[in-house]
């Protein structure tokens, strides 16, 4: 945790070979962006006041929040090497940097829509199959600039936003759903991020990359 605070902290200062790494790979910290609703996924210690009463999972239109922080990384039955490249098809999980919590879901319904609800479960980065999603992109390996979907494995549903907004303690973040069919309400592009290069520890590259790079 200490480790990938430190690399976010240093990308503040400096921006090293933005476009050197195109592929999202494993081990990253990205930030998640929903272009139909100009919010990035995010998630905090605030805990839904229904269903499954987890962690809420939201989005957010602010740019630079640290909730907004995603380790991307292997599942118990398919891990994945630092730094390779996440490939089309691949199931990962999305570990909450800040709480430690997996993106989740399961069959509850959202507060706002009654929708399927999405949370961030578990406990210090180990959570159960809930936590498990499908990379949905075009090609064979997940673009840094590309256009992906995520469908959650147990229940089929596709991550994505609705336009409904919460009040308070959570006022003006949009509700965070699974959505039954996929549309543009579920499509994400990676945005801010930390992206690992290589595979071994000792020759690691932290690759801070902004979208205006591209």
């Not at 980065?125 to 990379?135: A, F, I, K, N, T």
């Not at 039954?180 to 499509?187: E, F, M």
Request: net charge negative; with cysteine; glycine share 10%.
């Amino acid at each position: 945790m200490r480790i990938y605070l430190a690399f976010l902290l240093s990308s503040i200062v400096c921006c090293i070979n933005g476009t050197g790494i195109q592929q999202v790979t494993c081990g990253s910290v990205v930030k998640l962006y929903n272009s139909y609703y100009k919010v990035r996924l995010h998630s905090h210690d605030v805990k839904y006041g229904s269903g499954s009463g987890q962690q809420s999972v939201t989005g957010t239109q602010q740019q630079d929040d640290h909730n907004s922080n995603w380790l991307i990384k292997g599942t118990p039955k398919r891990s994945c090497k630092r730094g390779t490249p996440i490939s089309c098809g691949q199931q990962v999980r999305l570990e909450h940097l800040a709480t430690k919590r997996n993106l989740h879901s399961h069959h509850f319904s959202s507060p706002l829509s009654d929708q399927q609800e999405i949370s961030a479960f578990g406990s210090d980065g180990e959570g159960d199959s809930g936590d498990e999603w499908l990379v949905i992109c075009d090609g064979e390996e997940w673009g840094r600039d590309q256009y992906i979907m995520f469908r959650h494995i147990d229940t089929d549903v596709y991550l994505g936003v609705t336009g409904q907004q919460y009040g308070r303690p959570i006022h003006g973040q949009n509700e965070v759903v699974g959505l039954s069919r996929p549309g543009v309400q579920a499509k994400w592009q990676t945005m801010e991020g930390v992206f690992i290069k290589s595979t071994d520890f000792s020759e690691d590259v932290r690759v801070f990359h902004d979208p205006s790079e591209l």
